[in-house]
């Protein structure tokens, strides 16, 4: 199948600090791809999802200026959390879609610990 | 958001037992999708089913689009202790805005005894 990288893998940062978090389609070009935060034991949140020059989808509830979502190339989205708070700890997953099918391929995750 | 009613919630079985987990849905799906998570890992794409009836095996396992399009299961025979995690289905509507979004279900985390 196709390949997501995601990182950093995890990461520790202070309140009030902004974290980004990188999401790359190693070998097929992602128009589309997907901003996810799971909580432990539970199904992955769909968060935004980002497209490729143009702004980024957020569902409902999810705070846009909180959780900037960039995608400058149809292989690389990022997820800013700004200003980050304890609470915005969680794990932060990606995924991109390949091929007409429109399987999703995961990233391998990000460990967001907020101190 | 929309969720798939997936189930059970948890199972715990001995190495060797056989194992199965279904997805329900209200809406229709054009792919059913079953996905595996390990702790601390994005999820694993395990099998993707793409018609309606179609059953498809990937060793040791075995999931089937259901006729409705509207439910879906997944089989794990003979398993092993690294058949441990959080198994997940997820629904797929192909084309339009919607491309490459999918509908998840809770989840069923699976415990394997040696």
């Known amino acids: 199948g196709a390949v997501v990288s995601q990182h950093p893998s995890w990461v520790i940062c202070k309140s009030g600090t902004s974290v980004k978090i990188e999401c790359r389609s190693l070998?097929?070009?992602?128009?589309?791809m997907f901003w996810y935060r799971q909580f432990p034991k539970q199904s992955l949140m769909l968060m935004a999802t980002?497209?490729?020059?143009?702004?980024?989808?957020?569902e409902q509830g999810v705070e846009k200026d909180k959780f900037l979502i960039n995608h400058a190339s149809l292989t690389l989205s990022t997820l800013t959390v700004t200003s980050a708070h304890p609470e915005d700890s969680s794990f932060y997953i990606c995924?991109?879609?390949?091929?007409?099918?429109?399987?999703?391929?995961f990233g391998q995750g990000t460990r967001l610990t907020v101190v | 958001g929309q969720q798939l009613n997936q189930s059970p919630q948890s199972m715990f079985i001995q190495e060797g037992e056989d194992v199965s987990m279904n997805c329900t849905s209200s809406?229709?799906?054009?792919?059913w999708l079953w996905y595996k998570q390990d702790p601390g890992e994005g999820p694993v794409l395990l099998i993707a089913?793409?018609?309606?009836?179609e059953l498809t095996s990937n060793g040791r396992l075995t999931a089937q689009f259901g006729i409705t399009r509207k439910d879906s299961f997944l089989n794990i025979s003979a398993s092993i202790p690294s058949d441990v995690g959080i198994y997940f289905c997820?629904?797929?509507?192909?084309?339009?805005?919607?491309?490459?979004?999918?509908?998840f279900g809770q989840g069923t985390i699976l415990t394997v005894h040696p």
């Open positions: 089913l793409y018609k309606a009836g």
């Open positions: 995924s991109a879609s390949e091929g007409a099918r429109g399987e999703a391929f």
């Open positions: 809406s229709i799906f054009n792919t």
């Open positions: 980002s497209n490729e020059g143009s702004k980024a989808t957020y």
């Open positions: 070998d097929f070009q992602a128009t589309t």
């Open positions: 997820a629904g797929l509507l192909r084309g339009g805005t919607s491309y490459g979004k999918l509908t």
